[in-house]
């Protein structure tokens, strides 16, 4: 099919990856044949979505981009097949109750978040004036806090897409100028370049599995074997 895909998570309760389909407005599955499984939630969205991830509960988080701290209509949706409220839309400020219609909420002008795998707060990067930011998001309280990174992204220009957690609770991100990869530790907000070639991309999208091991990376100070 014609799929323009972005906003995925995956979860591992299916081992699927969700995925929003920008050419027809849908949704897609993804299993680990690659096949591409169409489903309908009860609320369709009315806007292009082009940032998302997934919690460990199978709540499916998705939003447009907006100026920091704007309002943005958030779609959170629920895939846990046993939950009562499959396929459901759901307020996260509210228990998860179903809903009818997406809430506002404040957002972040980054160009991807990604679900912590504890405390289920929401981390992306972001660059306004030249300076790297850590942007962190609870979904529950709708409150965002800034801060400033040191490292390799202390100073940048650039839009971070594919961003991802491992199960160190490591935050990595995708540099859509340069197509370097980063990681950022969310305690210190220390940045760290670990990719040395890349290729520029601002279509890309990130997703991960946290309960896997942690994502191995040569940062050339690891003996030569």
Do not use: M, W
């Not at 909420?105 to 980054?110: D, E, G, P």
């Not at 070639?197 to 309960?211: F, H, L, R, V």
């Amino acid at each position: 099919g014609n799929y323009r895909v972005n906003a995925a998570g995956y979860y591992q309760n299916t081992q699927l990856i969700y995925a929003y389909d920008g050419n027809n407005n849908t949704f897609i599955a993804i299993g680990n044949n690659a096949k591409h499984i169409g489903f309908k939630f009860a609320v369709n969205p009315t806007a292009s979505l082009n940032k998302g991830d997934i919690d460990v509960n199978g709540k499916y988080y998705l939003r447009q981009s907006f100026a920091n701290n704007q309002q943005t209509t958030y779609y959170c949706y629920d895939v846990n097949p046993k939950s009562p409220t499959y396929l459901r839309l759901v307020n996260p400020a509210n228990n998860f109750a179903a809903i009818n219609t997406p809430i506002q909420r404040a957002a972040t002008n980054n160009a991807d978040f990604a679900i912590h795998p504890t405390n289920q707060k929401h981390y992306g990067i972001y660059a306004p004036n030249n300076v790297g930011y850590l942007s962190i998001y609870d979904p529950i309280t709708n409150v965002i806090s800034n801060h400033a990174l040191t490292g390799s992204l202390a100073t940048t220009s650039s839009g971070f897409g594919g961003a991802f957690f491992d199960a160190d609770a490591n935050l990595y991100a995708f540099d859509n100028n340069t197509g370097l990869f980063h990681r950022i530790n969310i305690t210190t907000y220390e940045s760290i370049r670990i990719s040395n070639t890349g290729t520029p991309n601002g279509g890309n999208d990130g997703a991960s599995c946290t309960a896997v091991a942690s994502f191995d990376t040569d940062l050339g100070d690891a003996p030569d074997t």
